[in-house]
């Protein structure tokens, strides 16, 4: 998977709980991205990064917050999470020319209750 | 805004005979087209991509696809198709700039033996 991992793999929550999921890369990678798939929908864009501090929103970012301190990590946070955000979220990276390839990590399967 | 529409959410083919997997998009300016593929409770691999020049891309595992301007389509095609092939598949589209991909709501490939 391109030297991405995500944590945690599955996570079961309840309602109104904080949720943290972690990107990793060891491609030193300047793009960075987080989506959701849901059935029938395909993937849909949470939030990107373009760099050490700097992100921006996507198709589907309300409920979601984003940070990445560092090259290596992304992280997804739901500050309250819902039913509706019962998803597989995956995580995916691309290099700096214009016609790099996204590849996504192995994804997390986050349950919410 | 872009989009991507994948017409038939299931294809049925036999062992041996050609698949194709049909995708029309929409975007502004010159279009960057992808084809990835999803195997059960894995995250998407990266089969192939249209950037520019030829108009018949060939990919990983023995998949192509045939660039249409005109008719604005990027379908996925396999001469003989294997058992092994069968999957989700994923078209999606980005424009130069933003970098942001849209994808489809997926394909449902199945080889039968």
């Known amino acids: 998977d391109a030297g991405i991992t995500q944590s945690p793999r599955h996570k079961v929550t309840e309602t109104g709980t904080p949720v943290t999921l972690r990107c990793h890369q060891t491609?030193?990678?300047?793009?960075m991205y987080w989506y959701r798939q849901d059935p029938g929908h395909g993937l849909r864009l949470i939030h990107y990064s373009y760099g050490v501090k700097d992100t921006d929103k996507g198709e589907v970012s309300d409920g979601y917050s984003v940070s990445r301190s560092k090259t290596e990590d992304f992280l997804l946070t739901l500050e309250s999470a819902t039913s509706s955000q019962t998803s597989v979220y995956f995580c995916?990276?691309?290099?700096?020319?214009?016609?790099?390839?996204?590849?996504f990590g192995p994804g997390t399967r986050l349950t919410v209750l | 805004a872009q989009s991507v529409a994948q017409p038939e959410d299931q294809v049925n083919v036999a062992e041996g005979n050609p698949l194709t997997v049909k995708c029309t998009y929409s975007?502004?300016?010159?279009?960057?087209l992808f084809w990835y593929v999803q195997y059960p409770n894995r995250g998407l691999q990266f089969l192939l991509k249209y950037i520019t020049g030829d108009n018949l891309v060939k990919g990983s595992y023995g998949f192509e696809a045939e660039f249409n301007k005109s008719q604005t389509s990027f379908h996925l095609k396999k001469p003989s198709a294997l058992v092994s092939d069968s999957a989700l598949y994923f078209c999606a589209v980005r424009a130069a700039l933003p970098r942001q991909l849209t994808f489809g709501s997926g394909t449902q490939l199945t080889v039968l033996p």
């Open positions: 975007v502004s300016g010159n279009p960057y």
């Open positions: 491609e030193n990678h300047r793009y």
């Open positions: 995916a990276i691309a290099g700096t020319d214009t016609t790099d390839t996204q590849y």
